[in-house]
């Protein structure tokens, strides 16, 4: 629901900043904000199946860890661990299948950027050339940092892992 709420509000001052319309600002929120979120969850869904078997609170518990790199600090999450980041591991992969998509609609939104540049108001080119930022981030800054999250939930995967070494030998 956040994500989606987040990604409706961001491109209904997408919609607000090209039209000046509030009526399409709120179509925008109402419409993407629910399409994405659920394409969101459903994704996740995919990915990580096991999350469904998780308390609200140990599959955040179970996502904070992961993404910081951290301990679960309970054996009993350890599982659940490895599985949201063999998950993660899936999601990234089909990520790298999704770049030329990527490429593609940049390409198309520089184009848009230029005839709203030479043909259009100020404010039309304002906003194309943010939507070409928005691209230019998705190509450059958010590979880097998606890399990061998955070097952080690699280390915790191999500390649970090792919990679940210690929670299954013998003796214990």
Same mark, same amino acid.
């Given at each position: ?19 000046? &319309? ?19 969850? +459903? ?10 078997? @998780?308390?609200?609170?140990? =599959? !955040? ?6 993404? =910081? ?6 054996? +009993? @999450? ?9 998950? @993660? ?22 184009? @848009? ?5 030479? &043909?259009? &108001? ?28 998955? &070097?952080?939930?690699?280390? !915790?995967?191999?500390? !649970? =892992?090792?919990?679940? =070494?210690? +929670? ?5």
């Amino acid at each position: 629901m956040i994500i989606g709420l987040s990604a409706g509000v961001f491109f209904g001052a997408f919609v607000l900043a090209e039209s000046e &319309s509030w009526v399409g600002a709120a179509a925008a929120v109402l419409v993407l904000g629910p399409f994405y979120g659920i394409r969101v969850a +459903r994704r996740m869904g995919r990915v990580w199946p096991g999350a469904e078997d @998780l308390d609200p609170a140990d =599959r !955040a518990a179970v996502v904070r860890a992961a993404r =910081r790199g951290e301990d679960i600090g309970d054996a +009993r @999450l350890a599982p659940a661990v490895v599985d949201y980041c063999n998950g @993660l591991r899936t999601a990234r992969e089909h990520d790298r299948l999704l770049l030329w998509v990527v490429l593609v609609l940049t390409g198309l939104a520089v184009a @848009l950027a230029l005839i709203d540049t030479f &043909s259009g &108001s100020t404010r039309e080119a304002w906003v194309s050339w943010l939507f070409v930022l928005f691209f230019l981030v998705e190509l450059t800054w958010w590979p880097r940092r998606k890399a990061r999250v998955m &070097s952080r939930a690699e280390q !915790a995967e191999r500390l !649970a =892992r090792v919990a679940l =070494r210690h +929670r299954n030998s013998p003796g214990d």
